[in-house]
């Protein structure tokens, strides 16, 4: 007899993992430079685990987009060749280890309640993948799981930089990091300005989680960075007029070289260059 698979949101490799990142983004955004989340992603999520071999073949389902529909479908077929090769026994392990730390270290009604964008797609890759492994599973449901997947592949794309990252709206109010500049930009009206991240700090955010085991392409992006905001200061400095704020600026400015030590980029690094980026923001309202 045909069997109906449910999914299940709790094992859905795909939905773990962006779930995890987007508690990394909150995390980093607290100033929390222990955050679980790194180290759970890191262990569970390299190239050399089960869970990170399969989320990969997730990610190329969820991320590409062709406008034809026979290419669509061979890339689902090539998909789940590559499904085929995975240790299913190992990858259930894994799975089961991952789900008893998350349980340890978060409420997990929380920690699974925050809404998925693309949730039908995740639960047709899950069903689609799981039915490879299950013998007798209903070829209705296995049928409508795809044509999901190759839906969601012919899509039409719209691509907008403001959509970038919608986990996290805005900052918590850091007096601490303000005195980097003068007592002049600790004002009273700083959380009214304080709502998005900008440019530059979706693009950090979005580079910090995306490359969280490739420390070799993470270190490269924080370097160039980190060259950018001493560029940006400089040219700045020239049009600070209060002295005490000259003062500071310039040893901030000395600061920056702190962030691009060490081959392994720190949590509190990418702290750092968000609290930078937003003292660009505030020096751009001051000095005009």
Not at 19 to 25: E, G, Y
Not at 44 to 58: A, I, P, R, S, V
Not at 195 to 209: G, W
């Amino acid at each position: 007899m045909a069997q109906r698979v449910k999914h299940s949101k709790i094992k859905n490799t795909g939905i773990l993992f962006e779930l995890l990142s987007r508690q990394i983004t909150v995390d980093v955004m607290n100033g929390d430079d222990k955050s679980k989340s790194v180290e759970v992603l890191k262990k569970y999520f390299n190239e050399k685990t089960e869970l990170g071999k399969e989320n990969q073949l997730y990610q190329v389902l969820l991320k590409e987009n062709y406008n034809s529909s026979r290419k669509a479908e061979k890339l689902v077929d090539a998909v789940l060749r590559a499904r085929e090769k995975l240790q299913n026994k190992k990858l259930r392990n894994e799975k089961y280890n991952l789900i008893k730390e998350i349980k340890k270290n978060y409420v997990v009604e929380d920690f699974f309640r925050a809404r998925i964008p693309n949730y039908k797609v995740y639960a047709s890759i899950y069903k689609t993948f799981l039915s490879e492994t299950t013998p007798v599973f209903d070829p209705k449901e296995e049928v409508e799981s795809t044509f999901s997947i190759i839906e969601h592949i012919t899509r039409n794309k719209i691509k907008s930089r403001d959509a970038d990252s919608k986990v996290i709206s805005e900052f918590k109010n850091e007096d601490k990091d303000l005195r980097l500049l003068s007592y002049q930009l600790m004002v009273d009206n700083f959380n009214g300005k304080y709502k998005k991240l900008n440019s530059m700090q979706r693009n950090l955010l979005k580079e910090y989680v995306n490359n969280i085991s490739n420390t070799n392409s993470l270190r490269e992006f924080i370097n160039d960075e980190v060259k950018k905001v001493k560029e940006i200061l400089n040219k700045i400095l020239p049009r600070v007029k209060d002295d005490v704020t000259k003062i500071k600026l310039t040893e901030a400015i000395k600061q920056t070289d702190s962030l691009a030590k060490g081959k392994i980029v720190k949590d509190k690094q990418v702290v750092a260059l968000m609290r930078y980026y937003e003292l660009i923001k505030e020096l751009h309202n001051v000095t005009g």
